[in-house]
């Protein structure tokens, strides 16, 4: 029971940020209002870490099987693709960094804030 309630405490964030997608004209995907949402709550702390860790583990792990049906659509769209392939590995490794870089800007300044919030 506690897996299942695990798992609708996130769908709910989801369900949310499809709701919100709807309604808010900004292309933003949905999925990221409901992690934005779901980053506030637990920050307020109105929900726990501890109340949705292990079905996050558990998708957090299943993750890379997401990614087989866009790989399968690329080797399908191969003849597309072929005449740009430095194009879009350019493009491909220019934003991975971009966003490896902000991710891990975001990540130091929300640990800082965390230990300046506990002294």
Do not use: N
Not at 15 to 40: D, K, M, R
Not at 93 to 106: C, K, N, Y
Request: proline share 4%; no cysteine.
């Amino acid at each position: 029971m506690k897996y299942i309630i695990q798992l609708l405490i996130i769908i709910i964030f989801a369900f949310i940020g499809e709701v919100l997608h709807h309604f808010i004209p900004v292309p933003v995907p949905a999925s990221i209002y409901g992690i934005i949402l779901l980053f506030g709550v637990l920050e307020m702390k109105w929900i726990k870490v501890k109340d949705i860790r292990e079905v996050s583990m558990f998708l957090i792990a299943v993750m890379p099987v997401m990614f087989i049906p866009s790989a399968v659509g690329l080797i399908d769209s191969w003849e597309a693709i072929k005449g740009s392939i430095f194009q879009y590995l350019a493009i491909t490794i220019i934003s991975t960094v971009v966003v490896m870089s902000v991710a891990g800007l975001v990540t130091q300044y929300v640990i800082r804030r965390g230990k300046e919030a506990a002294e």
